[in-house]
């Protein structure tokens, strides 16, 4: 659940693109999972960063560490409560349904994938 203490930015059209809480003298930009952008600074400094970021980050790839090791996987939905992500099939099409967690927000338990070319066995 995201803290009553961090305010929700939006983009023009209305739509949440994260949120910024005081920090000490300064404000720093949260993005929707929960993870600070940058160190608190300037109010404006912080809307900025979090306009640029908007939301295709969403479409990134991600690893979560699953029994130890590290799978890569898709956020499928976002809400202020959770984030359900699952496993990255890089599209494949056939029987059965990929692997799926949801994941309490904010979370840490997702981090930037590397590029698909330094994947291991791709």
Same mark, same amino acid.
């Given at each position: 659940?995201?803290?009553?203490?961090?305010? #929700?930015? +939006? +983009? =023009?059209?209305?739509?949440?693109?994260?949120?910024? +809480?005081?920090?000490?003298?300064?404000?720093? @930009?949260?993005? /929707?999972?929960?993870? #600070? %952008?940058?160190?608190?600074?300037?109010? %404006? =400094?912080?809307?900025?960063? %979090?306009?640029?970021?908007?939301?295709?980050? %969403?479409?990134?790839?991600?690893?979560?560490?699953?029994?130890? $090791?590290? *799978?890569?996987?898709? *956020?499928?939905?976002?809400? @202020?409560?959770?984030?359900?992500?699952? /496993?990255?099939?890089?599209?494949? *099409?056939?029987?059965?349904? #990929?692997?799926?967690?949801?994941? @309490?927000?904010?979370?840490? $338990? /997702?981090?930037?994938?590397? #590029?698909?070319?330094?994947? @291991?066995?791709?």
């Amino acid at each position: 659940m995201i803290p009553s203490d961090w305010m #929700p930015h +939006r +983009r =023009a059209d209305g739509e949440v693109v994260g949120y910024v +809480r005081e920090a000490g003298d300064g404000f720093q @930009p949260i993005d /929707l999972l929960g993870r #600070p %952008l940058a160190e608190p600074g300037d109010w %404006l =400094a912080a809307e900025e960063l %979090l306009d640029a970021h908007s939301l295709a980050w %969403l479409t990134d790839a991600f690893l979560l560490s699953v029994d130890g $090791a590290d *799978v890569r996987v898709r *956020v499928t939905e976002l809400t @202020p409560e959770l984030v359900r992500v699952k /496993l990255d099939d890089f599209g494949a *099409v056939g029987p059965g349904e #990929p692997q799926r967690w949801e994941l @309490p927000v904010p979370t840490d $338990a /997702l981090r930037t994938a590397p #590029p698909l070319a330094e994947w @291991p066995g791709v």
